[in-house]
């Protein structure tokens, strides 16, 4: 099985997501660690629940950027998972951790890649009046929401959706999505190919477009 660790800074329903497929049976994967930056985050309360190997790495120990994320992604590769999922991570994450595990950090990210990067993006997508808005799981690089996308879901935006309302069915579509992207991952056919700068994704050695 797919050795997976994930990290989050807060709620954690994609985590739950996770091991509640696994519990399932519905997919071939192990949670081998979750990790936050964040003592308080829920996600890491589900872990303990779960059994799940759970810890904290806080950014204020640590004189650095850079500092704190060799400190966690040291303790993350202590587990030696196969992927890395960050899972609503608040945190921006410095090159030289990304670099050396480019192809095994995947993220979620609550648009559609490369509409509407960043924070707030359920807000972006209605000061912008999209009328598709969606969730996209993408290859963790340096640039922020910038990696190759794996997959993406679509979510219309209906009359009278507020920020809130938006997040609520997005998040909904997030969870398949991600366990989908996951099964995709454990077959071994999916892969990032090329250099930090020309990157894509494939499948089965071809390039994949999303
Ligand atoms: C999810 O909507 C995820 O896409 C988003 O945070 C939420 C976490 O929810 N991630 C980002 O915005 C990353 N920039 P969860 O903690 O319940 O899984």
């Not at 797919?2 to 192990?30: M, P, Y």
């Amino acid at each position: 099985p797919l050795r997976l660790a994930v990290l989050a800074s807060g709620r954690g329903s994609n985590l739950q997501a996770i091991a509640d497929a696994i519990a399932a049976g519905d997919l071939a994967a192990e949670l081998v660690g979750v990790f936050s930056d964040k003592p308080g985050a829920f996600a890491l309360e589900r872990a303990r629940r779960l059994g799940v190997h759970a810890l904290a790495v806080r950014p204020r120990d640590f004189a650095s950027r850079p500092a704190h994320d060799e400190h966690l992604f040291s303790q993350i590769d202590a587990v030696c998972p196969d992927v890395i999922v960050c899972a609503g991570y608040m945190r921006l994450l410095s090159e030289p951790v990304v670099t050396a595990r480019q192809g095994r950090i995947i993220n979620i990210h609550p648009s559609l890649l490369p509409a509407f990067k960043g924070l707030h993006t359920h807000q972006q997508a209605l000061d912008a009046g999209a009328g598709v808005h969606g969730a996209s799981v993408h290859y963790v690089t340096p640039e922020l929401d910038g990696g190759p996308v794996v997959t993406q879901v679509r979510v219309p935006v209906e009359p009278g959706d507020d920020a809130e309302r938006l997040a609520q069915r997005v998040l909904a579509q997030e969870h398949p999505l991600l366990l989908a992207t996951l099964r995709l991952l454990a077959t071994g056919r999916v892969q990032l190919a090329g250099s930090a700068h020309g990157s894509r994704v494939e499948l089965d050695g071809q390039p994949l477009s999303a």
